[in-house]
């Protein structure tokens, strides 16, 4: 990563505190919520530093395609027990599914160049940011060795906990579906992501449903970048879709897991479906990480 880059990251991290802030202060529209003595004194401050991040030369980086609920609807972590929130610096990152009772699956561009003492994953919680569920601290960390974060090929990834999970109903491991799934099949998504292109963030937990788009058509509209190991779900009208911030997290059929959130062109946009890593195409690299694992 260039100094440039590393520099951009730092001001887009500000940017997010900032949404976080301006969650705990105004609400996000989800809920009531309670207003944090800390978040309205640093409201002021936090929004100069996100109006320099914006004038700072790093929209590049913004809208490069990013991995990423729009359209969606309020949900209760007991009806999607098995997503996680994860976190860095105690912000919310990326989205993951619960696989079994110490490993979460994620997306490889979550990951990298994340040193795993920096990240926390929180289970059973419907809000991102208020006390609810749990924090657990993360022993390591594992990518697909042929991750391509320019194409966002094999982009998938597992976080190893250093404590078992309590499974619950708030709590629980989703299967994985090995098999291809049929194009026109609906699928749900689920994340605390943006609401919309340009934000904000959601506090609270969101779900979609999506169908599964065909994979010519999808490599049709959005070019050979499309490849083998990604699968494209959404409406051709646009309107619903996963967004900013709900990288990572679940594509699933029948509480089976089948992709991860990977990238988009914009979100919820017209003739762009997003993109997930197809868990049919990486299932074996899942199968071997796992079992030696155990």
């Known amino acids: ?42 409201h002021s401050e936090l929004e100069r530093v996100g109006d320099a991040t914006m004038a ?52 490889a561009h979550c990951l990298t160049g994340v040193p795993h003492r920096l990240l926390k994953v929180k289970v059973g919680g419907t809000s991102r940011y208020r006390k609810d569920g749990e924090l657990f601290s993360v022993a390591d960390l594992q990518t697909h060795e042929k991750f391509n ?61 999506v169908p599964i788009v065909n994979q010519t058509a999808c490599r049709n509209l959005l070019g050979k970048t499309v490849t083998d190991r990604m699968l494209c779900a959404g409406y051709l009208k646009g309107g619903t879709d996963a967004c900013q911030m709900d990288s990572g997290g679940p594509l699933s059929v029948r ?5 991860i959130v990977s990238w988009g062109v914009g979100c919820a946009l017209a003739d762009k479906p997003g993109v997930y890593s197809r868990l049919d195409a990486l299932y074996p690299w899942l ?8």
């Open 1 to 42: 990563m260039d100094v440039d880059d590393a520099r951009c990251r730092e001001n887009l991290k500000q940017k997010e505190i900032v949404s976080m802030v301006n969650t705990l202060v105004l609400g996000d529209g989800d809920g009531d919520g309670e207003v944090s003595p800390v978040a309205g004194s640093l």
């Open 255 to 259: 509480e089976q897991l089948v992709g």
């Open 149 to 209: 974060p320019k194409t966002m090929d094999y982009d998938i990834g597992v976080i190893r906990l250093t404590k078992n999970l309590t499974l619950s109903r708030k709590v629980k491991a989703i299967p994985i579906n090995p098999e291809r799934v049929a194009d026109g099949t609906y699928a749900t998504i689920a994340g605390w992501g943006f609401k919309s292109m340009n934000g904000p963030p959601s506090d609270r937990l969101r779900y979609a449903r």
């Open 287 to 294: 199968d071997q990480v796992l079992n030696k694992s155990k």
């Open 56 to 107: 700072s030369g790093c929209l590049s980086l913004e809208s490069r395609p990013d991995p990423r609920i729009v359209g969606g609807f309020p949900a209760d972590i007991a009806n999607i027990p098995y997503i996680v929130s994860i976190q860095l610096y105690g912000i919310h990152h990326c989205g993951g599914s619960i696989i079994n009772n110490h490993t979460i699956l994620t997306a």
